[in-house]
């Protein structure tokens, strides 16, 4: 059986109509951050998603890695792998040792975790919120909003480091009462890369099942 991930989900919310009036400031600073991480070959970052619903006093933490370069990436969280070369996707589930195979749809690009620092040009209504202080660190909040009021997720919240325009972290609630938050605890750019990097190699997993569903 195929499974997803809360961080593909959230990418799949982002095919949406084009926005139409936005906040000059929150778009300045957002078109900064998102220079800064398109001008990357290659980026890698270890986080931490959490899931709240306060009103099912639910919370739950799950450590994540991922790789990307361009609209290839790979991905490590609670137990499963996803690797895109931009064409295949191969999902492996370590606790089955069965890796599914299916095609890479161009027409839903914005589900590929590079999207991420582009997401806010497309469907939805950005607004600067204010400035905080964590860590030590000076932080731009930004709060975008979907332009289609079906969309499951009715904002998502972005904290961007004054400094040098690297994200710290991202909120996404949705209306069922969850709260998704992505903490970034490492991030390293132009990590190196090679024609393997973003490919399966089955001989690296003994005994796999495969299972194609092109």
Do not use: H
Not at 14 to 32: H, R, T
Not at 178 to 196: E, G, H, L, R, S
Request: glycine share 4%; charged share 25%; net charge positive.
């Amino acid at each position: 059986m195929k499974k997803s991930f809360s961080l593909l989900l959230f990418m799949a919310t982002l095919a949406l109509p084009a926005a139409a009036q936005q906040d000059p400031k929150a778009g300045k600073i957002l078109d900064q951050m998102s220079a800064k991480y398109q001008a990357l070959n290659a980026f890698q970052a270890a986080f931490t998603q959490t899931l709240e619903n306060p009103a099912a006093k639910v919370k739950q933490n799950i450590n994540g890695d991922i790789l990307v370069s361009g609209q290839k990436f790979r991905l490590k969280i609670s137990g499963q792998e996803v690797i895109n070369d931009g064409k295949t996707t191969w999902t492996y589930l370590k606790n089955e040792n069965e890796v599914n195979i299916s095609d890479s749809d161009p027409d839903t690009q914005e589900m590929s975790p590079s999207q991420i620092y582009t997401m806010y040009k497309k469907g939805y209504k950005y607004t600067y919120v204010q400035q905080v202080q964590e860590g030590g660190e000076a932080l731009d909040v930004i709060e975008l909003a979907p332009e289609n009021r079906q969309n499951d997720v009715f904002k998502v919240r972005l904290k961007v480091r004054k400094n040098d325009s690297s994200v710290k972290s991202w909120q996404m609630f949705k209306k069922n009462g969850n709260q998704y938050t992505f903490n970034i605890k490492k991030f390293q750019p132009n990590p190196p890369v090679d024609a393997n990097t973003f490919a399966f190699d089955k001989a690296k997993y003994k005994g796999v099942k495969v299972v194609d569903l092109r």
